[in-house]
T-cell receptor, first 114, second 113 residues
Framework: AQSVTQPDIHITVSEGASLELRCNYS??????LFWYVQSPGQGLQLLLK??????LVQGIKGFEAEFKRSQSSFNLRKPSVHWSDAAEYFC????????????FGAGTILRVKS | SQTIHQWPATLVQPVGSPLSLECTVE??????LYWYRQAAGRGLQLLFY??????ISSEVPQNLSASRPQDRQFILSSKKLLLSDSGFYLC????????????FGEGSWLTVV
């Protein structure tokens, strides 16, 4: 069965510092991978997605993620974090079975200190 | 463009009372529809999904049910709420046109007291 692991529950970075959020997935075939962001009390907003092709994908708000098949990873990065990036981030994989369900990681809470 | 509406945004209900959360999608036809729950301090759990009118699949046994009376309407219900039903409920839809990207509504906060 498909699964997603986000090993870091909380991460704190200084404003202006670089960021990398880790995501590992378990899936037998080529996965459809996503990163979503959730601000407190809000719904989920899609940051970026990977389906095929270039393994480095660009998203909104200056985020990017790199798909590494050999490591079963899809880590999210940003070169310079802004205070407004503080939120919870979810990695997800589409379960390519009936219904195309999203399977989520447990999430990583990002705190930004000034 | 496609949009998703979910209501009510917040709800406080006593234990044992019924529940109805509604979700509608505009600007698309025959979408896959989903209900997720996010309990406090926990990740997202898929509750139900639907690939068509009247077609509901349940992911976990629980006190909730779902219905899809129309193509773009998805309803989450309960006959008698439990305290453990409290959480943040998210409706979502699947845009097959953009490679199965799933988009979420703004969510509904349910507090059972």
């Amino acid at each position: 069965a498909q699964s997603v692991t986000q090993p870091d529950i909380h991460i704190t970075v200084s404003e202006g510092a670089s960021l990398e959020l880790r995501c590992n997935y378990s899936y037998g075939a080529t996965p459809y991978l996503f990163w979503y962001v959730q601000s407190p009390g809000q719904g989920l907003q899609l940051l970026l997605k990977y389906f095929s092709g270039d393994t480095l994908v660009q998203g909104i708000k200056g985020f990017e993620a790199e798909f590494k098949r050999s490591q079963s990873s899809f880590n999210l990065r940003k070169p310079s974090v802004h205070w407004s990036d503080a939120a919870e981030y979810f990695c997800a994989v589409v379960a390519m079975e009936y219904g195309n369900k999203l399977v989520f990681g447990a999430g990583t809470i990002l705190r930004v200190k000034s | 463009s496609q949009t998703i509406h979910q209501w009510p945004a917040t709800l406080v209900q006593p234990v044992g009372s019924p529940l109805s959360l509604e979700c509608t999608v505009e600007g698309t036809s025959n979408p896959n529809l989903y209900w997720y729950r996010q309990a406090a301090g926990r990740g997202l759990q898929l509750l139900f999904y639907s690939v068509g009118i009247g077609q509901i699949s349940s992911e976990v046994p629980q006190n909730l049910s779902a219905s899809r009376p129309q193509d773009r309407q998805f309803i989450l219900s309960s006959k008698k709420l439990l305290l453990s039903d409290s959480g943040f409920y998210l409706c979502a839809w699947n845009d097959r046109g953009s490679g199965n990207t799933i988009y979420f509504g703004e969510g509904s906060w349910l507090t059972v007291v």
